[in-house]
């Protein structure tokens, strides 16, 4: 069975970083691109950053170029994202999920979520 | 960025009945259209990717057509875990962008 669980998130001061992780079982890690997606609270789907399986191709929505990090470690089959400069506007249920195989940038498996808060 | 507008924001319907969602693009995304429902308090789910292609395990009841930049999910007879928020998403252009969703509520 595929399960992916989110850790990390919590409430920061703004300028503050968090780092999520994300631990992926239940499939060959290794062969698939990974991605984060967000919702802020009561509002609809944001997709921040997707990473190929070998690391080489990283992409991100332009809100956060530059201060978040997306990485991964396939021998852990964990993906994260490594968020500094937070903002307000970055708080959000942050989603770890995964390609499918067929697209590359289509989400088959997520997670439960986890919620990042950023408030003074 | 490419937006999409999906259309409209909330549907009110009762079981049984047949349901088109709408998604337009802002430019065309050629086929690299897909589909999610999200319930409360839930992960999305995909149900179409490619604009017709249905995830695996997705019931039959879900279909998807259209290219370019006008596109539909049809729920040919609603059961009552589908009322829920629907989402579309391109991939065909960085970034990725998902569009506002469409609530299908019960009536």
């Known amino acids: 069975e595929v399960q992916l669980v989110e850790s990390g998130g919590g409430l920061v001061q703004p300028g503050g970083s968090l780092r999520l992780s994300c631990v992926a079982s239940?499939?060959?890690?290794?062969?698939?691109?990974m991605t984060w997606v967000r919702q802020a609270p009561g509002k609809g789907l944001e997709w921040v950053a997707n990473?190929?399986?070998?690391?080489?191709?990283?992409y991100y929505v332009d809100s956060v170029k530059g201060r978040f990090t997306i990485s991964r470690d396939n021998a852990k089959n964990s993906v994260y994202l490594q968020m500094n400069s937070l903002r307000a506007e970055d708080t959000a249920v942050y989603f770890c999920?995964?390609?499918?195989?067929?697209?590359?940038?289509?989400?088959?498996?997520w997670g439960q979520g986890i919620l990042v808060s950023v408030s003074s | 960025e490419i937006v999409l507008t999906q259309s409209p924001a909330t549907l009110s319907l009762s079981p049984g009945e047949r349901v088109t969602l709408s998604c337009r693009a802002s430019?065309?995304?050629?086929?690299?259209l897909a589909w999610y429902q999200q319930r409360p308090g839930q992960a999305p789910r995909l149900l179409i990717y490619?604009?017709?292609n249905r995830a695996t395990g997705i019931p039959a009841r879900f279909s998807g057509s259209g290219s370019g930049t006008d596109f539909t999910l049809t729920i040919s007879s609603l059961e009552p875990e589908d009322f829920a928020v629907y989402y579309c998403?391109?991939?065909?252009?960085?970034?990725?962008?998902f569009g506002g969703g469409t609530k299908v509520e019960i009536k």
């Open positions: 999920a995964r390609s499918i195989a067929v697209t590359a940038n289509n989400f088959d498996y």
């Open positions: 990473i190929k399986p070998d690391e080489s191709e990283k």
């Open positions: 430019q065309s995304v050629s086929g690299y």
């Open positions: 239940g499939f060959t890690f290794s062969s698939y691109w």
């Open positions: 998403q391109q991939r065909s252009k960085w970034p990725l962008t």
């Open positions: 490619d604009a017709s």
